[in-house]
DNA sequence: ACCTGAACACCGTTCAAGT
DNA sequence: ACCTGAACACCGTTCAAGT
C-alpha cells in the first residue's frame, strides 16, 4: 500500500488567480463558452469546483479577468504606426483578429460595460483620437463611435464563428448557408436583404471591418476641416 | 349557430407562438434575460413548460423571435424623412430607443447573426444606403458598418442597463459608479481612461450615438465626394 | 394535434469541514 | 490561508403519457 496514493501529486504550480484565467482562455478558445464552467475548470486545475472561488469572486468576473488578458495583449502590439490616423487602423485591426481568435469575447466585453478592459480598450483608442485634429469636446464621442464600432464587429464576428462551430461547418459555409436563406427571403419584404445576399457569400470580414474604420476617420477628417474651414 | 364546448375555465385564447412570444417579451422587460425561463413563461401562460415547445423550436429560436416583434416595429416607424441621410438617421435613432426600451434585445441580436432580425435591419438600413451617392460596391461595406455600430452601441447600452438593474441602481447613478472607477485608475497607465472619466459621467448616451452614425454618414459622403470630384 | 409534468443532465454558488 | 466536495437552488430540454 504505496503511502503516496494519499499523498497529492506533486503540481506545477499552486492554484493561483492567474492560473485559473489562463485555463479559463484555454478552455474558452478550445471549446467556446459553454466549456467553461466550474467543474470543467476544476478537473483541468486538478481541484475542487469551490476552491476557485477563493481567487475569482464568480463567472463573471473570470470572463472579464480572461478578456482584459486578452485585449492588453491586443492593445500592446502596433502602436509603432507613424501617424495617428494609422496607430487607430493597427489597434483597430488587431481587436478585430483578438476577437477573431477568441470568439467567446465579444460576448464577455459586452457583459463589462465599465470594467477594465473596457477601460483599456477606450483609453488606447482615446489616445490616438486625440492626436487626430479636432476641437476637444469631439474626442469623446469619437472615440466611443469607434469603441462601440469596434464591439459591434466583434460582437457579430463572434456569432458567426459560434454558430459555425454550433453547426459544425467551416466559417465561410456557414455564411454561404446565412446567404442562401436570405436569397430565398420573400423579395417583396426584403428588397434589399435578398439582393445583398451575393456580397454576404462573397465579403471578407475583414476588410469590411477596416472600411468601417476607414469610414468614421475619414467622418472625423472631413468634420474637422469644416470646422477649420 | 356554432357548438360552444363548455369550459369551466375558459382561456382568453389558446396557447400559440404569438402568444408565448408575447409573453416572453413582457418577461424580459419586467425582468431582464434572466427572468425568461421556462418555467416562469408556463407559469405565466397557465400551462407546462412542455407545451411551450410545440410552438418554440428552443430558448434561442424564442429570442429570436420576441426580437424580431421589436425589430419590426423599430423600422416601421419614421420612414417619412424627406432624404436618404434623414431616413437613416430616423432609423438609427429607431433602433436605439428600441435597444434601450429593450436591454436584453441587443445580446439576442448578436446570438442570432443571420436570423430574420438581422435581415430586416439589414434591409431597411441598406434601402436608405443606397439612396446615398456613393459606387455600388461601397453598398455593403457601407451598410455593414452602419448595422454593427449600431448593434455595438446597443450592446453597451444593454450592458449599462443591466448593470444598473443588478445593483438596483439609477441607471445614471451607476454610470457615475463607473466613472468614479475610472477615475480612480492609474493615471500612468490610463492617461486618457482617467481624464475621459468626467465625459463619461455627463455624456448623453443618445445624442453620442446619433454623433457616430453622423461620423459615418459624413464619411461615405467625403468618400463620395473624393471618388466623383 | 396539442398539452402535461416528472425526469434527466446539467449549471453557478455556498459552506461546513478539513489541512 | 487555502482547499474539498457535497449540497442547494436552480436551469433547458425531453418524452411517455394523457386529451
Known amino acids: 500500500m504505496p503511502k503516496r496514493k494519499h499523498q497529492p501529486a506533486p503540481r506545477d504550480t499552486s492554484l493561483s488567480r492567474e492560473r485559473i484565467v489562463e485555463a479559463a482562455i484555454q478552455l474558452l478558445d478550445e471549446g467556446g463558452e459553454r466549456a467553461l464552467t466550474f467543474r470543467a475548470l476544476a478537473e483541468h486545475l486538478e481541484t475542487g469546483a469551490g476552491a476557485i472561488y477563493w481567487h475569482v469572486a464568480n463567472k463573471h468576473d473570470l470572463l472579464t479577468a480572461a478578456s482584459d488578458v486578452v485585449v492588453a495583449q491586443a492593445l500592446d502590439a502596433g502602436t509603432s504606426a507613424r501617424s495617428p490616423a494609422k496607430r487607430l487602423r493597427a489597434l483597430a485591426i488587431h481587436m ?125 477628417v472631413a468634420s474637422a476641416d469644416r470646422t477649420a474651414g
Request: hydrophobic share 45%.
Open 96 to 220: 478585430f483578429d483578438a476577437m477573431d481568435a477568441h470568439p467567446w469575447m465579444g460576448s464577455a466585453l459586452a457583459q463589462a460595460p465599465g470594467a477594465i478592459p473596457m477601460a483599456r480598450l477606450f483609453d488606447r483608442i482615446g489616445a490616438q483620437v486625440r492626436g487626430l485634429a479636432m476641437t476637444p469636446n469631439q474626442e469623446w464621442p469619437v472615440t466611443s463611435a469607434l469603441v462601440h464600432y469596434i464591439l459591434g464587429v466583434g460582437g457579430q464576428n463572434a456569432a458567426n464563428s459560434k454558430m459555425a462551430r454550433e453547426r459544425g461547418l467551416e466559417r465561410s459555409h456557414a455564411l454561404t448557408t446565412v446567404a442562401d436563406a436570405w436569397q430565398e427571403l420573400d423579395s417583396h419584404a426584403f428588397p434589399v436583404a435578398t439582393s445583398m445576399a451575393r456580397q454576404l457569400k462573397t465579403h471578407d470580414d475583414r476588410e469590411d471591418f477596416m472600411a468601417g474604420v476607414d469610414l468614421l476617420i475619414a467622418g472625423v
